[in-house]
């Protein structure tokens, strides 16, 4: 069964569970770097009801799970998230409340384009900052996009709301810097389908052969933030780059990006930029979820000037 006549049975299945107090509709939402099928449970005399998203049911159901056990589950999680997001979305209305909640993170322009449409947002080289907020914070961390519309509903612009998210990011979850050789070499080794040694001066062998020059010398850095969760905004700001540039005694890095979450930098000097462009596409491909990816692109930070650019 393809995935189309997987999205009708269990839509067929749900609206028998549920009965004919709701109706089930089955559409496409617009996530980061994708667009989902989900499938809504609206009972009647009500507006609101989460989607749930069919895409990791169908893996299950071709590992041999039934259309019944998913479509009871579906609806249980429904009846589950309808609660919650009742309270949500009164409190979306106001911007008090959501006002200390907005956040930033980075996503590829291209890639989202559709989604940016209908969103506040601004360019930022290949790439674009999204505002979101902090919806629950306990285990785990409910996030949903700022669109459009509430930006009328709360009276503010994008300006005003894009300049409290940053703000709001930075003083929340503040950029960490943190020497990563042993992650680079994990990758390098994962890269090559090489066995890793666990000899000390195996690991300096292969990072020379791959850098150049001592390690010492070359040591690549992760930049994310506390939580390392949407971490990729916090790697662009120049006031820690400017710090790292002088700590490790460089003009200029090159920033390579890892995912949404963390980038990696390292200082230029001797490196040829296609080798690690080459390595990030293929990273990017192989080991990055389709959902964590932020660009094939590599940047240069250059201490003098101040400024990121693109590495073309």
Known sequence: MNFEMFIKEVKKEVKTLVGEECSVSVN?????????????????????????????????????????????????ISKQRKHNMVSMAENLQDYQWVKPRLRVKLINYDRNEKLLQTSPHERFLDLAILPYVVLMQEDDIMTTRVPLTLLTTWGIDQATVLMVAKENTLMMNPVVIEEMTDFILHMILKEFNTMESDRENDREEMLKALLG???????????????????????????????????????KLYILPSSIHELLAIPAAGIEPDKLRDMVKDINCTQVPEEDFLSDTIYEYDRLRNEISLVL
């Open 213 to 251: 020059k001592d390690t010492k010398e070359k040591e690549m850095y992760i930049i994310t933030n506390e939580r390392n969760l949407d971490g990729a905004y916090a790697a662009f700001q120049t006031k820690e780059l400017a710090t790292l540039s002088d700590k490790i005694g460089t003009g």
């Open 28 to 76: 496409c939402v617009m996530k980061i770097n994708r667009e989902l099928q989900g499938i809504t449970i609206l009972q009647r005399g009500t507006s609101i009801s989460p989607s749930v998203y069919l895409e990791d049911y169908y893996k299950e159901y071709q590992s041999g799970r039934s259309i019944n056990e998913i479509a009871t589950e579906i609806v249980s």
